[in-house]
């Protein structure tokens, strides 16, 4: 029986739903590319992009085509995916441990040891990819500091002891990872080298931009068929999202961000009654609800005028500008 403090039945179907769109399939390509290095040599890849635009969605749909396999006589599922998913101030020794404990298995001892351990573990089993999530946080705060290098150095050390190639997922700085960074004079320099010759190119995923009307297309495409699914389950409708009035209001709403999007429609489903449609004013009430991204006080979907929409249009390009700014200036300091 559902409470109060548990999300509608219907909210949890939505969540639980997933359309492939253009960035995604050729994603999913790609990490296909890196598995099937597998066994013959290491290789890594990175998956990087901003928070809401689709990262963590793709591994779901990587670990769900690649499911756990049941061992015959023990019964113990053994990942065919070991994804872990880092937090901050992550070490090298946090890398092998949380690779441990992946497998269900209590890691034990010093680095070293858990070292020996993890490459002990998957030696006889079946695992195609090892994905780190927020990877990010094994950076520090400048990209030439020495454990960057230590981090990438581990990642080397895994991918070649194991021949499981590594896909490694998170915001755009980790790039530094992987880009040659590090100044000619370290010794450890050599590391990362070798540690960007084992790379394969970088999965890019963006928020979509304002006048891509076909990337929005599809993605709305794709969320009307979940809605459509939706409204046969539990008799829940929405106004029509290909609209252009009601496209527009979404990209304001989101600035482009599946993830927000996907947040605005769930607290919809949230505030909808069973069996009413989704209006743009049930829309404007979940967007006041989940909106912590956007400091205008204008509210794209109860905005009455093409003024007001422009307002916040160019309110949301000057904010884009002085991201882009800030972390160009951040990028240089380091």
Same mark, same amino acid.
């Given at each position: 029986?559902?409470?109060?403090?548990?999300?509608?039945?219907?909210?949890?179907?939505?969540?639980?739903?997933?359309?492939?769109?253009?960035?995604?399939?050729?994603?999913?390509?790609?990490?296909?590319?890196?598995?099937?290095?597998?066994?013959?040599?290491?290789?890594?890849?990175?998956?990087?992009?901003?928070?809401?635009?689709?990262?963590?969605?793709?591994?779901?749909?990587?670990?769900?085509?690649?499911?756990?396999?049941?061992?015959?006589?023990?019964?113990?599922?053994?990942?065919?995916?070991?994804?872990?998913?880092?937090?901050?101030?992550?070490?090298?020794?946090?890398?092998?441990?949380?690779?441990?404990?992946?497998?269900?298995?209590?890691?034990?001892?010093?680095?070293?040891?858990?070292?020996?351990?993890?490459?002990?573990?998957?030696?006889?089993?079946?695992?195609?990819?090892?994905?780190?999530?927020?990877?990010?946080?094994?950076?520090?705060?400048?990209?030439?500091?020495?454990?960057?290098?230590?981090?990438?150095?581990?990642?080397?050390?895994?991918?070649?002891?194991?021949?499981?190639?590594?896909?490694?997922?998170?915001?755009?700085?980790?790039?530094?990872?992987?880009? &040659? %960074?590090? @100044?000619?004079?370290?010794? !450890?320099?050599?590391?990362?080298?070798? $540690?960007? *010759?084992?790379?394969? #190119?970088?999965?890019?995923?963006?928020?979509?931009?304002?006048?891509?009307?076909?990337?929005?297309?599809?993605?709305?495409?794709?969320?009307?068929?979940?809605?459509?699914?939706?409204?046969?389950?539990?008799?829940?409708?929405?106004?029509?999202?290909?609209?252009?009035?009601?496209?527009?209001?979404?990209?304001?709403?989101?600035?482009?961000?599946?993830?927000?999007?996907?947040?605005?429609?769930?607290?919809?489903?949230?505030?909808?009654?069973?069996?009413?449609?989704?209006?743009?004013?049930?829309?404007?009430?979940?967007?006041?609800?989940?909106?912590?991204? &956007? %400091?205008? @006080?204008?509210?794209?979907? !109860?905005?009455?005028?093409?003024?007001? $929409?422009? *307002?916040?249009?160019? #309110?949301?390009?000057?904010?884009?500008?002085?991201k882009e700014s800030n972390s160009k200036t951040e990028g240089e300091a380091?």
């Amino acid at each position: 029986m559902k409470t109060d403090l548990e999300l509608k039945p219907v909210t949890q179907f939505f969540i639980s739903r997933r359309f492939g769109h253009d960035a995604l399939v050729k994603a999913e390509l790609k990490i296909e590319k890196l598995m099937k290095y597998r066994g013959h040599k290491g290789k890594i890849r990175l998956l990087v992009g901003p928070s809401g635009t689709s990262k963590t969605a793709m591994l779901e749909i990587i670990e769900k085509k690649y499911p756990p396999i049941v061992a015959e006589f023990s019964g113990v599922k053994i990942p065919q995916v070991l994804s872990i998913r880092l937090t901050s101030g992550a070490t090298t020794k946090a890398l092998y441990w949380s690779l441990i404990d992946g497998l269900g298995v209590k890691p034990e001892g010093v680095e070293s040891d858990l070292r020996k351990q993890f490459n002990e573990l998957v030696e006889s089993m079946p695992i195609k990819l090892i994905a780190a999530d927020e990877i990010q946080h094994t950076l520090p705060n400048k990209s030439t500091s020495r454990k960057t290098q230590n981090i990438a150095d581990t990642i080397k050390n895994i991918v070649d002891e194991t021949k499981i190639p590594m896909l490694l997922i998170g915001l755009e700085n980790s790039l530094s990872l992987v880009e &040659n %960074s590090f @100044s000619r004079a370290t010794t !450890t320099q050599r590391e990362e080298d070798q $540690l960007y *010759r084992r790379t394969l #190119s970088p999965i890019r995923f963006k928020p979509v931009a304002y006048a891509d009307n076909t990337a929005m297309v599809t993605i709305l495409k794709g969320y009307t068929a979940i809605f459509k699914k939706v409204q046969e389950k539990f008799d829940t409708s929405i106004i029509n999202l290909l609209d252009a009035d009601v496209m527009n209001r979404l990209w304001l709403a989101s600035e482009g961000y599946i993830g927000r999007l996907s947040e605005v429609f769930c607290e919809a489903l949230e505030v909808c009654e069973e069996g009413q449609q989704i209006t743009l004013s049930i829309l404007s009430e979940a967007y006041d609800e989940v909106n912590s991204w &956007n %400091s205008s @006080s204008i509210n794209p979907f !109860t905005a009455k005028s093409q003024k007001e $929409l422009d *307002r916040l249009k160019t #309110s949301i390009f000057l904010s884009q500008k002085r991201k882009e700014s800030n972390s160009k200036t951040e990028g240089e300091a380091a």
